[in-house]
T-cell receptor, first 116, second 115 residues
Framework: DTGVSQNPRHKITKRGQNVTFRCDPISEHNRLYWYRQTLGQGPEFLTYFQNEAQLEKSRLLSDRFSAERPKGSFSTLEIQRTEQGDSAMYLC??????????????FGQGTRLTVV | AQSVTQLDSHVSVSEGTPVLLRCNYSSSYSPSLFWYVQHPNKGLQLLLKYTSAATLVKGINGFEAEFKKSETSFHLTKPSAHMSDAAEYFCVVSEGRGGADGLTFGKGTHLIIQP
């Protein structure tokens, strides 16, 4: 499978715990995006990377959230001291800036986080 | 600032009849516009995109959309609905260069296909 891969698919955690999600983009894609989707809403932009550089962060990304893409390949999204309001689907997408197919973003299946 | 309004949260049609999913956008610049589909337990899939070329855009699975600047609309249509079209559909706008930067999603339209 050469699509965007996210792990884990589901995560249940207790309030106050830290969680980390991983995203493996399509291998040649230089841009990687994180989105959050709550029930009944469309995905909301959190942050994006071009190669290893984090170029933009949404105001939705509080201090408890941190994202990294250390080698410009896979990315991790960590949430510290989780709160019930963090329960959502976390989506990762990747795209190729300047590629032949334009900058279509390809999405992974997401990680569903439930904070109890 | 950019925003998207999907005018219907749910649309129900009979199999074989036309589909119309409505979308209006707001943008300070010349935007790129997309429609994505989300089937249960599957990732978002791009149906089609408008990036300032032809105003009538054809996508996968028989879907098409027309960009109307005067109406700030980008409605999604399909001549004949199929049961497999049942899913959540998102209209998306982007002001970023090339189209994929900082996509802003609508709240989605749930398409129901009646047999």
């Amino acid at each position: 499978d050469t699509g965007v891969s996210q792990n884990p698919r589901h995560k249940i955690t207790k309030r106050g715990q830290n969680v980390t999600f991983r995203c493996d983009p399509i291998s040649e894609h230089n841009r990687l995006y994180w989105y959050r989707q709550t029930l009944g809403q469309g995905p909301e932009f959190l942050t994006y990377f071009q190669n290893e550089a984090q170029l933009e962060k949404s105001r939705l990304l509080s201090d408890r959230f941190s994202a990294e893409r250390p080698k410009g390949s896979f990315s991790t999204l960590e949430i510290q001291r989780t709160e019930q309001g963090d329960s959502a689907m976390y989506l990762c997408a990747s795209s190729l800036l300047g590629g032949r197919l334009g900058t279509e973003a390809f999405f992974g299946q997401g990680t569903r986080l439930t904070v109890v | 600032a950019q925003s998207v309004t999907q005018l219907d949260s749910h649309v129900s049609v009979s199999e074989g009849t036309p589909v119309l999913l409505r979308c209006n956008y707001s943008s300070s610049y010349s935007p790129s516009l997309f429609w994505y589909v989300q089937h249960p337990n599957k990732g978002l899939q791009l149906l089609l995109k408008y990036t300032s070329a032809a105003t009538l855009v054809k996508g996968i699975n028989g879907f098409e959309a027309e960009f109307k600047k005067s109406e700030t609309s980008f409605h999604l249509t399909k001549p004949s609905a199929h049961m497999s079209d049942a899913a959540e559909y998102f209209c998306v706008v982007s002001e970023g260069r090339g189209g994929a930067d900082g996509l802003t999603f609508g709240k989605g339209t749930h398409l129901i296909i009646q047999p």
